[in-house]
């Protein structure tokens, strides 16, 4: 319950300051103007136009997901949720606001991209469903640990980007594949091992932060 009134919180908060809301929603538009804007009349392939969904994606979690630890570290209440909570419950909390975070980021990024790129076609909608909500869960999990590394830091803006990629970048490279398949209409039981991949990530992230939490947080 106490990971679920802090996660409340948050979500209050953010509703009254929209901070990463609006941040999102910016980098969003803004990104995929470009793109539409820099293609122009030219005919894009669909592997290129899954590529560019994932790219986006991935910049919009830098841009939006980096405070979940930080606006404590601001508002000077680091130490009263150490002192109500215990550090499960408050990475609990935090990793739901993520999540949610992202889950809406990604369906407002989904349905764009289907509805203004004539060449995102997926013929295999299942295996995306599952590549997309395995890959959100991941990227909240990843999102929410490196934020409680960089609210230590000195330079929070510059480390968030700088120790994303490489911890992201084995899953964005298996959801590109995974959409790949998708795209192609291949069966679930030819992309089985992909979809291993992406669990094995998923348990894996979650695990090492629950682990890591309690000695990052009492930093």
Avoid at 103 to 113: D, R
Avoid at 140 to 163: D, E, R, W
């Amino acid at each position: 319950m106490k990971a679920f009134a802090l996660f409340k919180k948050d979500w209050l908060s953010e509703l009254r300051t929209r901070y990463a809301i609006n941040a999102l929603a910016m980098f969003i538009l803004v990104t995929i103007s470009v793109i539409l804007f820099s293609i122009g009349q030219e005919k894009i392939t669909e592997y290129l136009t899954g590529g560019l969904l994932w790219v986006v994606i991935f910049f919009s979690a830098m841009s939006g997901l980096s405070r979940a630890f930080v606006s404590e570290e601001e508002r000077g209440t680091t130490l009263t949720l150490q002192l109500i909570a215990s550090p499960a419950t408050i990475f609990s909390g935090k990793l739901l606001f993520n999540v949610i975070l992202v889950f809406l980021m990604n369906i407002a990024i989904t349905f764009l991209f289907s509805v203004l790129f004539e060449s995102f076609v997926i013929n295999n909608a299942l295996l995306f469903l599952i590549s997309f909500i395995f890959g959100n869960i991941g990227i909240a999990i990843s999102s929410t640990i490196i934020a409680a590394i960089i609210s230590k830091a000195g330079s929070k803006g510059t480390l968030y980007p700088v120790l994303s990629f490489p911890i992201l970048l084995p899953l964005i490279l298996t959801l590109l594949e995974l959409t790949k398949f998708a795209i192609d209409g291949d069966l679930l039981e030819d992309s089985l091992v992909e979809i291993f991949v992406l669990v094995c990530y998923d348990v894996i992230m979650l695990t090492a932060s629950y682990l890591l939490f309690d000695f990052i947080w009492k930093e």
